[in-house]
Protein backbone atom coordinates (compact mmCIF):
# COMPACT_ATOMS: atom_id res chain seq x y z
CA UNK A 1 0.00 0.00 0.00
CA UNK A 2 3.00 2.53 1.03
CA UNK A 3 4.89 1.83 -2.50
CA UNK A 4 1.34 2.41 -4.33
CA UNK A 5 1.02 5.73 -2.73
CA UNK A 6 4.30 6.95 -3.86
CA UNK A 7 3.43 5.96 -7.41
CA UNK A 8 0.02 7.65 -7.18
CA UNK A 9 1.53 10.83 -5.71
CA UNK A 10 4.58 10.46 -8.80
CA UNK A 11 2.12 10.35 -11.23
CA UNK A 12 -1.04 12.52 -9.65
CA UNK A 13 1.02 15.15 -7.99
CA UNK A 14 -0.76 17.47 -5.28
CA UNK A 15 -1.48 20.85 -6.26
CA UNK A 16 -3.55 23.93 -5.17
CA UNK A 17 -7.04 23.43 -6.46
CA UNK A 18 -7.32 27.11 -6.50
CA UNK A 19 -3.63 28.26 -7.77
CA UNK A 20 -1.95 25.20 -8.81
CA UNK A 21 0.61 25.69 -7.06
CA UNK A 22 2.24 22.22 -5.25
CA UNK A 23 0.59 21.59 -1.96
CA UNK A 24 1.56 18.28 0.64
CA UNK A 25 -1.61 16.64 -0.03
CA UNK A 26 -4.22 16.03 -2.84
CA UNK A 27 -7.13 18.65 -1.89
CA UNK A 28 -4.90 20.77 0.18
CA UNK A 29 -4.62 24.35 -0.27
CA UNK A 30 -1.67 26.49 -0.03
CA UNK A 31 -0.88 28.82 2.60
CA UNK A 32 -1.52 31.98 0.76
CA UNK A 33 -4.94 30.62 -0.94
CA UNK A 34 -5.63 29.55 2.61
CA UNK A 35 -5.64 32.96 4.14
CA UNK A 36 -8.13 34.42 1.40
CA UNK A 37 -10.76 32.39 2.59
CA UNK A 38 -12.78 33.62 5.59
CA UNK A 39 -12.70 29.97 7.86
CA UNK A 40 -15.59 29.77 10.52
CA UNK A 41 -13.68 29.57 14.28
CA UNK A 42 -15.13 27.68 16.98
CA UNK A 43 -16.98 30.76 18.39
CA UNK A 44 -20.38 29.44 16.73
CA UNK A 45 -24.04 29.06 17.69
CA UNK A 46 -24.06 25.23 18.78
CA UNK A 47 -27.76 24.76 16.84
CA UNK A 48 -27.00 26.62 13.97
CA UNK A 49 -23.34 26.71 13.77
CA UNK A 50 -24.02 30.68 12.78
CA UNK A 51 -20.70 32.30 13.91
CA UNK A 52 -20.44 34.91 16.68
CA UNK A 53 -18.12 38.30 16.20
CA UNK A 54 -16.61 37.92 19.07
CA UNK A 55 -16.08 35.29 22.25
CA UNK A 56 -20.01 35.46 24.02
CA UNK A 57 -18.68 33.63 27.11
CA UNK A 58 -21.90 30.94 27.78
CA UNK A 59 -23.98 32.78 25.74
CA UNK A 60 -24.19 28.88 23.42
CA UNK A 61 -26.95 30.20 20.97
CA UNK A 62 -27.21 33.06 18.71
CA UNK A 63 -30.30 35.46 19.28
CA UNK A 64 -32.40 33.94 16.48
CA UNK A 65 -31.92 30.38 17.59
CA UNK A 66 -32.55 31.74 21.19
CA UNK A 67 -36.02 33.48 19.94
CA UNK A 68 -37.35 31.09 17.48
CA UNK A 69 -39.89 29.25 19.45
CA UNK A 70 -40.82 27.01 16.56
CA UNK A 71 -38.69 23.51 17.08
CA UNK A 72 -35.83 23.50 13.93
CA UNK A 73 -35.66 20.64 12.23
CA UNK A 74 -32.23 20.49 12.03
CA UNK A 75 -30.12 19.42 15.00
CA UNK A 76 -27.16 20.87 14.30
CA UNK A 77 -25.80 22.60 11.62
CA UNK A 78 -21.78 23.52 10.84
CA UNK A 79 -20.03 24.78 8.06
CA UNK A 80 -16.40 25.27 7.07
CA UNK A 81 -16.41 29.05 6.04
CA UNK A 82 -18.49 32.34 5.01
CA UNK A 83 -19.55 32.37 1.53
CA UNK A 84 -18.02 35.60 0.20
CA UNK A 85 -14.88 36.08 -2.22
CA UNK A 86 -12.77 34.20 -1.30
CA UNK A 87 -14.63 31.08 -0.58
CA UNK A 88 -15.80 31.87 -4.28
CA UNK A 89 -12.95 30.76 -5.60
CA UNK A 90 -13.73 27.28 -4.89
CA UNK A 91 -17.50 27.39 -4.65
CA UNK A 92 -18.77 28.52 -8.20
CA UNK A 93 -15.90 26.77 -10.36
CA UNK A 94 -16.88 23.61 -8.53
CA UNK A 95 -20.61 24.39 -8.53
CA UNK A 96 -21.06 25.45 -12.53
CA UNK A 97 -18.18 24.83 -14.59
CA UNK A 98 -16.88 21.24 -13.63
CA UNK A 99 -13.62 22.05 -12.01
CA UNK A 100 -13.89 18.65 -9.97
CA UNK A 101 -10.67 19.37 -8.35
CA UNK A 102 -12.19 21.37 -5.41
CA UNK A 103 -14.30 18.16 -4.52
CA UNK A 104 -11.90 16.93 -1.54
CA UNK A 105 -10.96 20.44 -0.93
CA UNK A 106 -14.83 20.93 0.46
CA UNK A 107 -15.00 17.84 2.07
CA UNK A 108 -11.78 18.01 3.63
CA UNK A 109 -12.77 20.88 5.25
CA UNK A 110 -16.53 20.08 6.45
CA UNK A 111 -14.90 16.75 7.96
CA UNK A 112 -13.10 19.18 9.85
CA UNK A 113 -16.11 21.00 11.57
CA UNK A 114 -17.88 17.66 12.30
CA UNK A 115 -16.99 17.23 15.99
CA UNK A 116 -20.04 17.43 17.66
CA UNK A 117 -21.90 16.08 15.20
CA UNK A 118 -21.96 12.44 16.68
CA UNK A 119 -22.99 8.88 15.80
CA UNK A 120 -24.36 9.66 12.27
CA UNK A 121 -25.33 6.71 10.58
CA UNK A 122 -26.30 7.91 6.26
CA UNK A 123 -25.18 10.71 4.65
CA UNK A 124 -27.93 12.55 2.39
CA UNK A 125 -26.41 15.20 -0.15
CA UNK A 126 -29.25 17.86 -1.30
CA UNK A 127 -30.79 16.47 -4.26
CA UNK A 128 -30.87 18.53 -8.00
CA UNK A 129 -34.14 18.27 -9.65
CA UNK A 130 -33.90 16.17 -12.78
CA UNK A 131 -33.61 18.97 -14.92
CA UNK A 132 -31.05 21.06 -13.10
CA UNK A 133 -29.32 17.64 -13.04
CA UNK A 134 -29.74 17.12 -16.73
CA UNK A 135 -28.55 20.57 -17.73
CA UNK A 136 -25.59 20.48 -15.07
CA UNK A 137 -24.62 16.47 -15.61
CA UNK A 138 -23.50 16.19 -12.20
CA UNK A 139 -24.74 16.69 -8.09
CA UNK A 140 -21.73 18.82 -6.22
CA UNK A 141 -23.27 17.86 -3.27
CA UNK A 142 -23.44 14.57 -4.12
CA UNK A 143 -19.73 14.20 -4.85
CA UNK A 144 -18.85 16.30 -1.74
CA UNK A 145 -21.25 13.86 -0.01
CA UNK A 146 -19.63 10.58 -0.94
CA UNK A 147 -16.08 11.48 -0.10
CA UNK A 148 -17.20 12.21 3.33
CA UNK A 149 -19.19 9.32 3.76
CA UNK A 150 -16.21 6.90 2.42
CA UNK A 151 -13.93 8.79 4.59
CA UNK A 152 -16.07 8.53 7.83
CA UNK A 153 -17.16 5.17 6.92
CA UNK A 154 -20.84 5.74 7.07
CA UNK A 155 -23.61 4.63 4.72
CA UNK A 156 -24.18 6.83 1.74
CA UNK A 157 -27.87 7.43 0.00
CA UNK A 158 -27.66 9.49 -3.21
CA UNK A 159 -30.75 8.36 -4.61
CA UNK A 160 -33.10 8.21 -1.78
CA UNK A 161 -35.07 11.84 -1.98
CA UNK A 162 -36.81 12.85 -5.02
CA UNK A 163 -36.79 17.06 -6.54
CA UNK A 164 -39.74 18.69 -7.80
CA UNK A 165 -38.25 21.55 -10.23
CA UNK A 166 -39.16 25.17 -8.96
CA UNK A 167 -37.59 28.64 -9.92
CA UNK A 168 -34.04 29.09 -9.27
CA UNK A 169 -33.73 30.41 -5.41
CA UNK A 170 -30.72 32.37 -6.31
CA UNK A 171 -32.64 35.87 -6.45
CA UNK A 172 -35.35 35.72 -3.60
CA UNK A 173 -35.72 36.84 -0.27
CA UNK A 174 -35.24 34.82 2.38
CA UNK A 175 -39.47 34.71 2.83
CA UNK A 176 -39.44 33.75 -0.87
CA UNK A 177 -37.39 30.98 -0.55
CA UNK A 178 -39.21 30.02 2.05
CA UNK A 179 -41.98 29.11 0.18
CA UNK A 180 -40.54 28.71 -2.69
CA UNK A 181 -39.05 25.62 -1.23
CA UNK A 182 -42.05 23.63 0.63
CA UNK A 183 -43.30 20.44 -0.62
CA UNK A 184 -40.35 20.02 -3.45
CA UNK A 185 -38.87 16.97 -1.96
CA UNK A 186 -40.11 13.30 -1.66
CA UNK A 187 -39.12 10.67 0.25
CA UNK A 188 -38.81 7.34 -2.00
CA UNK A 189 -37.67 5.09 0.66
CA UNK A 190 -39.12 5.17 4.18
CA UNK A 191 -37.55 2.02 5.75
CA UNK A 192 -33.55 3.32 4.64
CA UNK A 193 -34.05 6.04 6.89
CA UNK A 194 -36.02 4.60 10.20
CA UNK A 195 -34.63 5.66 13.32
CA UNK A 196 -31.47 6.15 11.66
CA UNK A 197 -29.20 9.64 12.14
CA UNK A 198 -28.79 11.00 8.99
CA UNK A 199 -26.50 13.67 7.83
CA UNK A 200 -27.69 16.50 4.93
CA UNK A 201 -24.63 17.75 3.07
CA UNK A 202 -24.65 20.78 0.67
CA UNK A 203 -22.15 23.53 -0.91
CA UNK A 204 -23.51 26.60 0.22
CA UNK A 205 -26.33 27.61 3.17
CA UNK A 206 -27.77 30.64 2.66
CA UNK A 207 -30.96 31.20 4.35
CA UNK A 208 -31.08 27.52 5.13
CA UNK A 209 -34.76 26.74 4.12
CA UNK A 210 -33.17 24.26 1.63
CA UNK A 211 -31.79 22.02 4.49
CA UNK A 212 -34.91 22.64 6.89
CA UNK A 213 -37.55 21.53 4.32
CA UNK A 214 -35.63 18.73 3.44
CA UNK A 215 -34.97 17.43 7.10
CA UNK A 216 -38.65 17.62 8.13
CA UNK A 217 -39.26 15.39 5.34
CA UNK A 218 -36.66 12.71 6.65
CA UNK A 219 -38.14 13.23 10.30
CA UNK A 220 -41.59 12.88 8.86
CA UNK A 221 -40.49 9.56 6.95
CA UNK A 222 -39.05 8.37 10.28
CA UNK A 223 -35.41 9.29 10.97
CA UNK A 224 -34.51 9.97 14.58
CA UNK A 225 -32.42 13.09 13.86
CA UNK A 226 -31.12 15.08 11.31
CA UNK A 227 -27.70 17.04 11.59
CA UNK A 228 -26.38 19.04 8.19
CA UNK A 229 -23.26 20.32 7.28
CA UNK A 230 -22.05 22.33 4.40
CA UNK A 231 -18.75 24.16 2.97
CA UNK A 232 -19.92 27.51 3.25
CA UNK A 233 -22.32 29.67 4.42
CA UNK A 234 -23.91 33.14 4.09
CA UNK A 235 -23.45 35.65 6.81
CA UNK A 236 -24.26 39.20 7.49
CA UNK A 237 -22.11 39.82 9.84
CA UNK A 238 -19.11 38.17 11.69
Known sequence: MKLFGEIFDFLFPADCPICLEPVSRIGGVCAACFNKINWISDQICNKCGYPFPADMGRIERC????????????????????????S????LPFKHSGKFRFDRTMANSIIG??????????????????????LRGYNQAALI????????????????????????????SP???RKNIVGVFRLRRQETIREKHILIVDDVVTTGATID????????????????????RAVKDI
Not at 63 to 86: F, H, M, N, Q, W
Not at 115 to 125: L, S
Not at 213 to 232: M, P, Q
Open 63 to 86: PRCITDRKSKSVDKLRCACVYDEG
Open 88 to 91: KQIV
Open 113 to 134: VMRDIKDVDIVVPVPLAWRRMV
Open 145 to 172: GRIIARRQKLGYEGNLIAREWRPDQGHK
Open 175 to 177: RER
Open 213 to 232: ELAKVLLRGGAKKVSAVAFA
